[in-house]
């Protein structure tokens, strides 16, 4: 079957993908693997080698480079969930993820893009609760309450998101008990 290309090429802006990305939690939008760059969109970026998430690192400053973005909108791969991946166990370098964000955060904030700085949190407090055995708990102590408090009092955060850090916020474990009643 041949699909047209106005079936599957969608055109956004940068903010669009900010919308894509925090409304729906669309992974695929900081991913590199579906996109394709201008050379120039990298003449002073690079990703770092031996961290996890790398493409979160430089979203943003990839994004404030251009107008527009056309990706594709059809999945051709599937990830194979692996209990015992690097995804889904105790990780030295989990902490990178949560930063990798954190410094998202400080960006939207420098750009008084309050909306995505909220919707960041929410993700940081994810991150936080999913990476909990690899993390330092003064580190994680620390950074679920900030995070926490933006997200709680957001007013782009919607009500499941609050109720999610909330839970969080008591206790790391309902993050895996939540995870449970996802599947």
Do not use: W
Not at 20 to 44: G, P, R, V, W
Not at 69 to 93: D, F, L
């Amino acid at each position: 079957e041949v699909i047209s290309e106005d079936e599957f090429v969608e055109v956004i802006t940068p903010l669009e993908l900010y919308d894509k990305l925090y409304d729906n939690l669309q992974a695929e939008m900081t991913s590199s693997c579906n996109k394709i760059y201008k050379k120039e969109l990298f003449d002073n970026l690079r990703f770092k080698n031996g961290i996890i998430n790398e493409d979160d690192e430089i979203l943003h400053y990839i994004v404030d480079k251009i107008n527009n973005i056309s990706y594709i909108n059809v999945a051709y791969y599937n990830y194979y969930q692996r209990g015992n991946s690097i995804m889904h166990k105790p990780n030295p370098k989990a902490k990178q993820s949560v930063e990798n964000l954190i410094i998202r955060g400080n960006y939207f904030l420098r750009k008084k893009m309050i909306k995505y700085y909220e919707m960041n949190s929410y993700l940081i407090c994810y991150l936080l609760a999913k990476f909990y055995k690899s993390l330092d708990n003064n580190y994680y102590n620390q950074n679920i309450k900030k995070y926490s408090k933006i997200v709680l009092s957001s007013k782009y955060c919607n009500f499941k998101k609050k109720l999610i850090v909330f839970l969080i916020r008591i206790h790391h474990k309902m993050f895996d008990l939540l995870m449970s009643l996802g599947k």
